[in-house]
Every structure is written in C-alpha cells, then in structure tokens.
Nanobody, 127 residues
Framework: QVQLVESGGGSVQPGGSLRLSCATRTVASDNYCMAWFRRAPEKKREGVAATWSGGGSTNYAASVKGRFTISRDKANNMLYLQIDTLKPEDTAEYYC?????????????????????WGQGTQVTVS
C-alpha cells in the first residue's frame, strides 16, 4: 500500500516562495510516476508537475513552467515541489500522486485519473 503525506503549505504574499513536501512511504521502487496536482476553489483539478521516480525527465504545466520545480530525494523517499514567484492564482489545495511509470513518458501525466495513489493535500494561499 502506497502512502503519500503532504506538508509545507501555508499563507504567503505574492512574489514569495514555498516548498511543498510529500513523504512517499512504501514508494521505494524506481517504477512510479510521481506528480503534483492542485485544485483551486470552483476550478478543475490541474496537474502541475510530474517526474519519474527513477530519475530523468520531468513534466510541467505551461501555467507554472519556470516557477515550479519538482524534485525527488530517493534516499529519503521524499517528493518536493518548489514554488517561486507565487501569484494569487496559485492559491489551491496541492496534492501529490503516484501512478505507474509509463504515465510520465506520455502525454497523460496531467490526467488525475491515471494515478492510483493520492495524499490528503496541503493548502497554499497567496494574498
């Protein structure tokens, strides 16, 4: 059973930065696509970034490219999302997710239905 636990959210002023963390307990293999999603009030869930747990390629939504950085600490089973130059429109609940590795290699990485495991979310508020 894969367990994902997010942390690091909070309230930040525009232009600030946050680093979100996701403890990926039991995700010890190199065979997962790991992703961050967000859901703003009254908006659809949006995939913002994904990376293959074995390292290598990353994917970003156009809306966050250049400001968001996804990374992994394999030794400690952690997934991170560095968010810089925060904007009010980044306000949302952020979730980490895990799914089979092939998701990262194709164009479906941003589709939430492709992922099997989800964390409980962490709130980011920019104002």
């Amino acid at each position: 059973q894969v367990q994902l636990v997010e942390s690091g959210g909070g309230s930040v002023q525009p232009g600030g930065s946050l680093r979100l963390s996701c403890a990926t307990r039991t995700v010890a293999s190199d065979n997962y696509c790991m992703a961050w999603f967000r859901r703003a009030p009254e908006k659809k869930r949006e995939g913002v970034a994904a990376t293959w747990s074995g390292g290598g390629s990353t994917n970003y939504a156009a809306s966050v490219k250049g400001r968001f950085t996804i990374s992994r600490d394999k030794a400690n089973n952690m997934l991170y999302l560095q968010i810089d130059t925060l904007k009010p429109e980044d306000t949302a609940e952020y979730y980490c997710a895990a799914g089979v590795a092939r998701i990262c290699g194709g164009g479906r990485w941003s589709l939430g239905g492709e992922y099997n495991y989800w964390g409980q979310g962490t709130q980011v508020t920019v104002s």
